[in-house]
């Protein structure tokens, strides 16, 4: 059975100061789907993603979200349709603690719950250990668990993650992975993934876009992911 269609783009132009960086920009994310968007620096990956959420605007074309046109929506309110963003540089209030970070994220809800604090931190255990610490204290790593769970606490259907990889250990890279992977499987939640690193992207996504010069200019599947020269191409690296 096909997925339906959660997210689409159509012919989007988005950029910044009545420059176009997204150049007709299309692409489709069905429900459930873990879909990456690749591509060279500069080609216009996190202004797709906020452009998604609302944060830069579009200046032609469609966003659809749940069959709805939401380009013209404010940030604020995609976000309460149930889009998440976690921008690149993860962005945590380093002077609030993990409580607070958390707490904030919440504010989308209209009541955040002993059990939406608790789901979240049972995916993100460091967190708790972590609770009352200032987030700007923490590694890159713990900050962008505490990134991701300030989203996660609003319990969204959609989740536009921006490089969650960068300048991330390794082996934290895995397990961020590996816990998106989980909320996947368990939630049904759909991700938008943008990613430079060939071991997040094979261990998270289940296809991908690549991106140039903002525009979608090639699509791959599971089996090319596993290609190693291909996506060194496409991420030149
Ligand atoms: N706030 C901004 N104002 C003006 N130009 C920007 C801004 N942010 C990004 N750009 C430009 O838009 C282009 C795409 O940037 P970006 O979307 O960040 O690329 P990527 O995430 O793929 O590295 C680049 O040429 C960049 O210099
Ligand atoms: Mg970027």
Known sequence: MRREVLLSTLGLRAGYGGKPVLQGLDL???EGEIVAVIGRNGVGKSTLMKSLIGLVPAMDGSIVY????IERKAAHKRARLGIG???QGRDVFPRLSVAENIEVGGMLKREVTAADRERVLGYFPILKERWSQ???TMSG????QLAIGRVLVA???LILLDEPSEGIQPNIVQDI???MVELNRATGVTVVLVEQNIDMIRAMAQRCYVMDKGRIVA???RDALADGDAMRRHLAV
């Open 141 to 144: 790593g713990q900050q962008q």
């Open 219 to 221: 699509e791959l599947d």
């Open 155 to 157: 319990d969204p259907s």
């Open 66 to 69: 749940r069959g709805e046109a």
């Open 134 to 136: 200032r987030a700007g």
């Open 85 to 87: 963003y976690v921008p």
């Open 28 to 30: 489709e994310v069905r």
């Open 177 to 179: 992975a590996r816990i």
